[in-house]
């Protein structure tokens, strides 16, 4: 089979993050401490770079400008997956390290990476961290846009750490109408590609919690993913299937609400759920 086009496919090069987003979909508000090594996101990438042509590549986290190499996985990333003129690449960021980062305005300009920032809340005190920050990227030269999710965060699970419960749906067809994912969020993880992060991620809270982990998850924990290993065939039916029943996970009607700051510790959300 020849290269399979693909609307998005997005990996995390850190499940750090220096925020603490309550409901974080990719459950790196838990405090998580752990950088992708260059050379292991070359292996991912040669698994698949003969296989899938994204239309999107997103390079996420946590938040990728934790990761100490960065710049040389912005221009690696562009090299390995032959990025052209008619796809898009770009960076998602809450964008407050932004200033901290030799060469990253560089490499963003000379790769055409978009830098996609998250504007997460109206807390005062972070909207003025916010706002120098989109002030830096101004004078910059870097082609960014703001994703404001400051009023329309999708809650898709409840408490915190090894509290946490998926809201849940008796409607797995209805949860894929209204996939805060937008139904095209492919994740790569070790190798493998998953149907969205919540789904990707969720082996890191089984493993850091255990048998204190809700039970309720325990379904989705036994998802398959793609593997490298599977057939043509298999390939394409993943990347066309719709709706299954991984996706009761998530609640059948959007749960938006508005984030408080940000800025918290792990340790200060943690004491929060505990006091409930």
């Not at 998005?8 to 405090?31: A, I, K, P, R």
């Not at 991912?44 to 100490?68: A, D, F, H, M, Q």
């Not at 305005?105 to 978009?114: G, M």
Request: glycine content about 6%.
């Amino acid at each position: 089979m020849s290269i399979l086009a693909i609307p998005h496919l997005e990996w995390h090069v850190t499940h750090s993050c220096n925020f603490t987003c309550q409901g974080c979909g990719h459950y790196t508000n838990d405090g998580y401490k752990e950088d992708i090594t260059i050379d292991t996101l070359k292996e991912w990438y040669l698994l698949w770079n003969k296989r899938i042509r994204p239309r999107e590549l997103s390079i996420l986290g946590g938040e990728p400008l934790l990761n100490p190499r960065i710049v040389e996985i912005i221009y690696m990333t562009k090299e390995y997956w032959n990025i052209k003129e008619d796809q898009e690449f770009e960076l998602v960021s809450n964008g407050l390290l932004f200033d901290r980062i030799d060469g990253l305005s560089d490499a963003l300009i000379d790769t055409n990476c978009i830098l996609t920032i998250t504007k997460h809340s109206k807390d005062s005190n972070y909207t003025r961290l916010f706002d120098k920050a989109i002030n830096s990227i101004d004078k910059s030269g870097v082609k960014y846009r703001i994703h404001d999710a400051s009023e329309n965060w999708y809650l898709v699970y409840t408490g915190y750490g090894c509290s946490i419960e998926p809201i849940g749906s008796d409607s797995y067809e209805e949860s894929w109408d209204n996939c805060p994912g937008g139904q095209e969020n492919f994740q790569l993880l070790d190798g493998k590609i998953y149907k969205c992060g919540a789904l990707a991620y969720l082996p890191l809270q089984k493993q850091k919690y255990g048998d204190a982990l809700s039970p309720k998850w325990d379904p989705y924990l036994k998802y398959r993913p793609l593997l490298p290993t599977d057939s043509d065939i298999d390939v394409l039916e993943f990347f066309t299937r719709t709706a299954e029943t991984v996706c009761s996970m998530c609640p059948k009607n959007k749960h938006y609400y508005s984030k408080d700051t940000p800025l918290h510790s792990p340790r200060y959300v943690k004491s929060l759920y505990d006091t409930k």
